[in-house]
């Protein structure tokens, strides 16, 4: 995850949420993105640390543990750098120029220069995050597919060119993330940091309950008595992932589709369920912030046990390319 802002909702269905369950099933490494964080904003970098140990508290918040896990800092894992560098020697430009966001995100961002080399190599940068590890599953959205698709055909690229008849490097898979992508509370179809539609995770629930008040919804429905529309609307889409209360749900779907209830009643229902769902995670997100020297040590313990198997991988990729001096 790259540390450009605080969490939001979005990371916790589309992400966090789907990586809690994988630790007990297999060895997950998780890293703050550090360096990917560059690759669409290098103007300002001066929150890039502070969001890196916020954005960490969340995850521990949801349930991310760093005894199972490995969490670690890209940057502090230097060989990220070298693996992305040798990499780079056998990908044609035009691979990177294919893939999807790359023309899209710099349509879509007018506001910030993505004609680096930095923003062209991200989803070779990515390769390389994922490579070092030999990792055989990658959790991905939707939206994630194509890179690591990427991925695969430049790993199999790489192991042709240096593999000598042998595989260097594991061609890693998806695990698809069940949940879509969350709406913004202004209706878009994504919540983004970058769209200011977002309710964090560290957001207090009276923080929580204004921003929900505020959401978008049916705009047919002027009156409580108007039959609402409850498909695609993002109030309910909320309710359908968050509220517990899968009767309370239904009830307020009923009375929704026939007009026999408030837009009041259905926010404020859906904030309560919210905060329900928010209050264990901002315990643990509280204490975790309380001791920073503590967060601090899983940190950089983790990047240090991340960067023992990054350092194999490289020694074996120095072997294959034949740079290796011994
Ligand atoms: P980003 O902060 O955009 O780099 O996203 C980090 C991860 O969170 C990616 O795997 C995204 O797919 C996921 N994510 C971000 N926003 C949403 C959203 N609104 N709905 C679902 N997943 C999301």
Redesign the pocket.
């Known amino acids: 995850?790259?540390p450009?802002g605080r969490l939001?909702l979005?990371?916790l269905?589309?992400?966090l949420g789907n990586w809690v369950p994988l630790q007990t099933k297999y060895d997950c490494f998780y890293f703050v993105a550090d360096w990917h964080a560059l690759t669409s904003d290098y103007a300002d970098t001066s929150q890039i640390t502070a969001y890196a140990y916020d954005n960490v508290a969340d995850w521990i918040g949801a349930g991310l543990d760093p005894e199972k896990s490995t969490f670690f800092i890209q940057s502090l894992v230097p060989e990220h750098a070298e693996l992305y560098l040798l990499l780079s020697m056998v990908v044609p430009v035009p691979w990177l120029e294919r893939v999807p966001t790359y023309k899209e995100q710099q349509e879509n961002l007018k506001d910030k220069d993505l004609s680096s080399i930095g923003f062209l190599g991200y989803p070779l940068l990515q390769t390389a995050d994922v490579a070092i590890y030999d990792a055989q599953f990658v959790p991905?959205?939707e939206?994630?597919v194509a890179h690591l698709e990427l991925a695969r055909e430049v790993v199999r690229r790489f192991n042709n060119v240096f593999g000598a008849g042998g595989d260097v490097l594991v061609e890693p898979q998806p695990l698809l993330t069940p949940?879509?992508?969350?709406p913004g509370l202004d209706g878009d179809k994504?919540?983004?940091?970058s769209l200011g539609n977002t309710i964090h995770l560290s957001d207090s629930p009276d923080e929580v309950k204004k921003k929900v008040m505020r959401m978008y919804t049916d705009p047919k429905r002027v009156r409580a008595d108007i039959p609402g529309t409850v498909e695609g609307n993002p109030v309910f889409t909320y309710h359908d992932a968050f509220n517990a209360h899968t009767a309370e749900v239904e009830d307020l779907k009923a009375r929704y589709r026939s007009g026999k209830v408030g837009d009041v009643e259905v926010k404020t229902k859906l904030a309560n369920a919210l905060n329900a769902h928010l209050d264990p995670i901002r315990e643990r997100r509280a204490k975790v912030l309380a001791n920073p020297g503590r967060l601090r040590e899983i940190l950089f313990d983790g990047s240090a046990r991340a960067r023992r198997v990054a350092v194999e991988t490289l020694e074996r990729v120095r072997d294959a390319v034949k740079i290796s001096y011994k």
């Open positions: 995850m790259r450009t939001h979005g990371h269905v589309g992400a991905v959205g939206d994630q949940f879509g992508r969350l994504k919540m983004s940091k």
